[in-house]
């Protein structure tokens, strides 16, 4: 499939990319900056296209199959711009997709987004954002999968994972994402499903296997 990752050039947005290198699959990165292109081609993107998800992106998706949302406002910047990014920006990538007839559509959310009302105080307003991203997702007639992943963390990844529909909080090396979101691209276009992600004993391809279901 020709998959369009949108934060390409973020932490997990580069793990993906490098686990795609290999794959089946080709990857066109996202990209803001046209000076970063060489960078995310070394790592495993077959193309990269300039866009901006605060404006319309429909050029960079033409052709594509699938799209992974896996960008964010950071964790340096205010409520405002996670607004822009997390929330807006997805909503304006999923609504694009729908008009193009993307086949499928993954999200990179977060656990507790489904109740960000219970997360941290200082994080809810993130929490509040993935949630309303994720909600127009469900209604927007896409298949999709939405990833829940908990605190991600810098090591190593394992190869090993938990995935479930309310899983107890963990932590999750980013790179056990990037191996998570490959899975689901390997799987195709799947039904409308979400599942939270933590490190665990399970291959990673044979937990998300077990709990996506194809498209009807």
């Not at 990752?5 to 580069?14: D, L, R, S």
């Not at 950071?74 to 990538?93: M, S, W």
């Not at 990833?147 to 090591?155: A, D, I, S």
């Not at 191996?179 to 391809?205: H, K, M, Q, W, Y």
Request: glycine letters at 10%; charged letters at 25%.
């Amino acid at each position: 499939m020709h998959v369009l990752i949108a934060g390409a050039n973020g932490q997990i947005g580069q793990h993906l990319l490098k686990a795609m290198a290999d794959s089946k699959h080709e990857a066109r990165a996202l990209i803001r900056d046209a000076e970063q292109g060489a960078k995310l081609q070394s790592l495993g993107a077959t193309e990269t296209v300039v866009g901006d998800l605060e404006q319309d992106c429909s050029e960079a998706m033409r052709g594509c199959d699938a799209v992974v949302f896996t960008a964010g406002s950071g964790p340096h910047t205010g409520p405002d711009k996670t607004i822009d990014v997390d929330q807006n920006g997805a909503i304006r990538l999923i609504d694009t997709a729908w008009k193009m007839g993307i086949r499928h559509f993954i999200m990179v959310s977060s656990m507790r987004a489904e109740e960000p009302e219970n997360g941290p105080e200082k994080l809810r307003h993130y929490l509040h954002a993935k949630h309303k991203a994720d909600e127009h997702l469900r209604a927007s007639g896409l298949s999709y999968t939405i990833v829940r992943p908990g605190k991600l963390t810098n090591e190593p990844g394992t190869g090993k994972v938990s995935v479930g529909e309310k899983l107890e909080f963990g932590e999750i090396p980013r790179e056990d994402v990037a191996r998570a979101l490959l899975a689901v691209i390997n799987e195709g276009p799947t039904g409308c499903d979400g599942f939270d992600l933590i490190s665990g004993d399970s291959p990673v391809a044979e937990a998300v296997s077990m709990f996506v279901r194809p498209a009807s």
